[in-house]
């Protein structure tokens, strides 16, 4: 079964650029989250998806990231503009939705590099 | 709000030398806890979820225990291989969202 595919695995910007991510989910997985992994920290979650609909986007920074979900299938996530406490590496998962189906999956990550 | 706190932040062991990473957590209603393994470079791979105080999941050289107040991922043994960061992880009752502790990088040496 292959897993959560995630791309560019690696980008570097200026700040006050633009840059966007993106996410193909394990087939069949109906959610679909971001998350934030600072260098030395946990993931923090940015935004959760449940098919093409947003569940969770508490903790996203609205002024300057965005994501959408189309088709209830792949995921963009988006900085416009980027700063420097922007350098992170930003994860995609997904899971099944169900009652003890809550076991997320990561793919590889993309790590952003803004100077 | 749900809090994770991982001790120890570094732990190096020698080969087969056995020890124990603590996740210790507060939250409204525990739906489950989650443990994961991250390589340098790659996402987190899922490890365990454990669902309610006194239950126990074994892998290989892994074993995670549950409290009402804490996990412990005890290492048996450990291998070179074994060297990794140790992601702990809490779901409460309310939705779907996971906090993650800040992670035990372990250094397993030959």
């Known amino acids: 079964e292959a897993g959560v595919a995630q791309s560019p695995r690696y980008k570097i910007i200026e700040k006050r650029q633009s840059v966007a991510f993106w996410c193909n989910p394990i087939s069949g997985h109906a959610t679909l989250y971001w998350y934030q992994q600072i260098l030395g920290q946990g993931p923090k979650l940015l935004i959760q998806?449940?098919?093409?609909?947003?569940?969770?986007d508490s903790q996203l920074p609205k002024d300057r990231f965005s994501a959408e979900r189309l088709k209830g299938v792949d995921s963009t996530l988006k900085i416009q503009p980027a700063k420097l406490e922007d350098s992170a590496v930003y994860l995609c998962?997904?899971?099944?939705?169900?009652?003890?189906?809550?076991?997320?999956?990561f793919g590889p990550g993309t790590r952003l590099t803004v100077l | 709000e749900d809090q994770v706190t991982q001790s120890p932040e570094a732990l190096r062991l020698q080969e087969g030398e056995s020890s124990s990473l603590n996740c210790s957590y507060t939250?409204?209603?525990?739906?489950?806890l989650f443990w994961y393994r991250q390589d340098p470079g790659k996402g987190p791979e899922f490890l365990f979820t454990l669902y309610s105080a006194g239950e126990e999941k074994e892998k290989e050289r892994l074993k995670a225990t549950l409290t009402k107040k804490e996990s412990f991922l005890h290492i048996t043994a450990p291998k070179p291989e074994d060297s990794a960061t140790y992601l702990c992880?809490?779901?409460?009752?309310?939705?779907?969202?996971?906090?993650f502790g800040g992670g035990t990088r372990l250094m397993v040496k030959p």
């Open positions: 992880a809490v779901r409460d009752n309310a939705g779907n969202m996971l906090t």
């Open positions: 998806f449940q098919n093409n609909g947003v569940v969770d």
């Open positions: 998962a997904s899971s099944l939705v169900g009652q003890r189906a809550d076991t997320q999956y």
């Open positions: 939250v409204s209603g525990l739906r489950g």
